[in-house]
């Protein structure tokens, strides 16, 4: 099925017993639909489909983003070339439930994140 997502169609699509994928008519972006979650999807080649993130964590504008930018190296033959992030950048979009028992500066996603030190037993493994 083919229809134009938005953020209301994403919060309209139904769990059920059997899942389904729903896809966008304005980008190369689906939507596969179990009984639990709802994640973002795309075709990289004959029956292969990608996960690109969790509805509700990844924003329907960055997956569309990331749709395109995955189908693109695909097709240039190009190695996707990844920055590495820091968890504290993207804590502020996790579900609250995720975050329990996380450190404070976690659940803030504040520039404080970035100075969470390790346990001494992980940083006694680390320097040796």
């Known amino acids: 099925m083919k229809k134009t997502l938005t953020d209301a169609s994403l919060?309209?699509?139904?769990?059920?017993?059997?899942?389904?994928?729903?896809w966008d008519a304005i980008s190369p972006l689906g939507v596969r639909v179990s009984k639990t979650t709802k994640t973002y999807i795309v075709m990289v080649?004959?029956?292969?489909?990608?996960?690109?993130?969790?509805?509700?964590i990844l924003e329907l504008k960055d997956a569309r983003q990331e749709a395109k930018n995955t189908?693109?190296?695909?097709?240039?033959?190009t190695p996707k070339k990844s920055s590495p992030k820091k968890f504290?950048?993207?804590?502020?979009?996790?579900?609250e439930r995720q975050l329990q028992g996380a450190p404070?500066?976690?659940?803030?996603?504040?520039?404080?994140?970035?100075?969470?030190?390790?346990?001494?037993?992980?940083?006694?493994?680390d320097t040796g």
């Open 88 to 95: 504290s950048e993207g804590a502020h979009r996790l579900p």
């Open 71 to 77: 189908i693109a190296h695909k097709t240039l033959g």
């Open 11 to 22: 919060r309209a699509l139904k769990p059920a017993e059997k899942q389904y994928t729903v």
């Open 45 to 56: 080649g004959s029956g292969q489909r990608k996960m690109l993130g969790q509805v509700g």
């Open 104 to 125: 404070a500066a976690l659940k803030e996603g504040s520039q404080a994140a970035s100075r969470v030190s390790l346990p001494a037993a992980l940083q006694a493994q």
